[in-house]
């Protein structure tokens, strides 16, 4: 199985930036994409951005130009970058991950909250 655990969440003024961060570990065979979900109260669960492990990446259109996704291979790591929050960034973060071999795995999530 594959655990990843996700940190760097919290409070953040409108127009302030914070960096997502997710581990990745356990059996790993090949994480052919890792990403970022959200889920804001009351809403499904929606792709933020992924990234393939040739980093061609993919982005929600409501957050392209202001968060940037990126993944180190060596350490199992995924990253977001967000830029110029706006109070409808605010939600539950998931990290996720498709390995070859055991399917879809997601985080525990880590709350981001985007307030003046």
């Known amino acids: 199985q594959v655990q990843l655990v996700e940190s760097g969440g919290g409070l953040v003024q409108p127009g302030g930036s914070l960096r997502l961060s997710c581990q990745a570990s356990?059996?790993?065979?090949?994480?052919?994409?890792m990403g970022w979900y959200r889920q804001a109260p009351g809403k499904h669960r929606e792709l933020v951005a992924d990234?393939?492990?040739?980093?061609?990446?993919n982005y929600a259109d409501s957050v392209k130009g202001r968060f940037t996704i990126s993944r180190d291979n060596v350490k199992k790591m995924v990253y977001l970058q967000m830029n110029d929050l706006k109070p409808e960034d605010t939600a539950v973060y998931y990290c996720s991950a498709d390995d070859v071999v055991s399917g879809k795995h997601w985080g525990q999530g880590t709350q981001v909250t985007v307030s003046s």
């Open positions: 990234c393939s492990s040739v980093d061609m990446t």
């Open positions: 356990g059996t790993i065979y090949s994480l052919y994409v």
